[in-house]
């Protein structure tokens, strides 16, 4: 069954990077589009950034725009979501999650248990 | 932006209840509209796509209704195991979730 396992979590400075990963398996990886969503504290669902399955179109947030970006290693069935700048209000645990098609039409139909990322001086 | 707002933020109703929760985009969404379940400390989980479409494997006691700018999640009869947070997502352009509605134990 689909598998999406991210990692790269943890504490950074204010201004900081971090590159969070998301292991996929028990799918072609190659075949969805993917994304990254983002949940504060105790609040909503917010959409980070999508990758088309070939990796040449990506869409960002603008909340996040010109500082993070998401790329993938399709010969590692590995999406990557590297984060720059970092802001408090940038905490929150991230989940990757799939996409219903290659080019990305924003369903995400499966999705991983999330990664926390704590933005504290 | 599109923005979605959900109604209401929490309901308590009892095992064997009917439950609608109600989201409104800030512009038509056609049918471009997902629902989905949250519980603590978990992913969020695929209920229902494209307004009315229930996802495989998912109960049927779930249904989804509306279009343009108005759309409904129907839980025809609570289960223990419904209890959650439900959040709508629009996917017309880009991606907007509602705020959520939490079903709690009465």
């Known amino acids: 069954q689909v598998q999406l396992v991210e990692s790269g979590g943890g504490v950074v400075q204010p201004g900081r990077s971090l590159r969070l990963s998301c292991a996929a398996s028990?799918?072609?990886?190659?075949?969805?589009?993917m994304h990254w969503v983002r949940q504060a504290p105790g609040k909503g669902l917010e959409w980070v950034a999508l990758i088309s399955f070939h990796g040449a179109n990506k869409f960002y947030a603008d909340s996040v725009k010109g500082r993070f970006t998401i790329s993938r290693d399709n010969s590692k069935n590995t999406l990557y979501l590297q984060m720059n700048s970092l802001r408090a209000e940038d905490t929150a645990v991230y989940y990757c999650?799939?996409?219903?098609?290659?080019?990305?039409?924003?369903?995400?139909?499966?999705w991983g248990q999330g990664t926390l990322v704590t933005v504290s001086s | 932006d599109i923005q979605m707002t959900q109604s209401p933020s929490t309901l308590s109703p009892s095992v064997g209840d009917r439950v609608t929760i109600t989201c409104r985009a800030s512009?038509?969404?056609?049918?471009?509209l997902a629902w989905y379940q949250q519980k603590p400390g978990k992913a969020p989980k695929l209920l229902i796509y494209k307004a009315s479409s229930l996802e495989s494997g998912v109960p049927s006691r779930f249904s989804g209704g509306g279009s343009g700018t108005e759309f409904t999640l129907t839980i025809s009869s609570l289960q223990p195991d419904d209890f959650a947070t439900y959040y709508c997502q629009q996917y017309k352009t880009y991606s907007t979730f509602g705020q959520g509605t939490k079903v709690e134990i009465k």
């Open positions: 028990g799918f072609t990886f190659s075949n969805y589009g």
């Open positions: 512009q038509s969404v056609g049918n471009w």
């Open positions: 999650a799939r996409d219903r098609t290659p080019g990305g039409s924003y369903l995400k139909d499966s």
